[in-house]
């Protein structure tokens, strides 16, 4: 899983509370990413950001929020207005936004909301 | 629009044979292509990405990709399988002056010993 770390692994939450994953990394890496992964769905782009203080919505972006404060971390909140919220959360990051780079992702965080 | 597809939800193997995973992709422009492993309830493991030059990629864990442009195709191949492969296989593409990868809904890989 490279040099990202996301906390916790394992998370349940009540309906209509907010809830924040974190996502941190040592890599020096310039672009971050979330991601919803559903079974037999592939992975679902949240929001990405380029650099510190910018992002940018991706697919499914309605309900999720993020922040950039710091190079070495992306949180995600998922927030009550999140419909289906139940799944598993990749962050990953990359050299640079540029089309030839790959990914390094974390160990992931499932949660569950009941 | 890009999208790549995973035709096969699961390969099933004997250890020692070789394995192919399928993907072909749709991408306006040049395609960069790139192999992901996942083992269970873990993140995404790089493999190997297809940018430019030769059609034959290799990458970790002896596992190579030939793309071919006429089929729009990057299979992943590997010469013997071993059970420790099994695990759910992700092709993904970029391109056409896009930002975002887009990911196929993967292959899950079934080694038999």
């Known amino acids: 899983d490279g040099g990202i770390t996301q906390s916790p692994k394992y998370l349940f939450r009540k309906e209509g509370q907010n809830v924040t994953l974190s996502c941190e990394q040592n890599l020096n890496h310039d672009a971050m990413y979330w991601y919803r992964q559903d079974p037999g769905q592939g992975l679902r782009l949240i929001y990405y950001s380029q650099i510190v203080n910018d992002f940018q919505k991706g697919d499914i972006a309605e309900g999720y929020s993020v922040s950039r404060e710091k190079k070495e971390s992306f949180p995600l909140t998922v927030t009550s207005a999140q419909k289906n919220p139940t799944a598993f959360y990749l962050c990953a990051s990359s050299r640079l936004a540029g089309e030839t780079h790959e990914q390094y992702f974390g160990p992931g965080t499932r949660l569950t909301v009941t | 629009a890009q999208s790549v597809a995973q035709p096969e939800d699961q390969v099933n193997v004997a250890e020692g044979n070789p394995l192919t995973v399928k993907c072909t992709y749709s991408v306006s422009g040049n395609p960069y292509l790139f192999w992901y492993v996942q083992y269970p309830n873990r993140g995404l493991q790089f493999l190997l990405k297809y940018i430019t030059g030769d059609n034959l990629v290799k990458g970790s864990y002896g596992f190579e990709a030939e793309f071919n442009k006429s089929q729009t195709s990057f299979h992943l191949k590997k010469p013997s399988a071993l059970v420790s492969d099994s695990a759910l296989y992700f092709c993904?593409?970029?391109?056409?002056?896009?930002?975002?990868?887009?990911f196929g809904a993967g292959t899950r890989l079934f080694v038999k010993a």
């Open positions: 993904a593409v970029r391109g056409g002056g896009g930002f975002k990868t887009i």
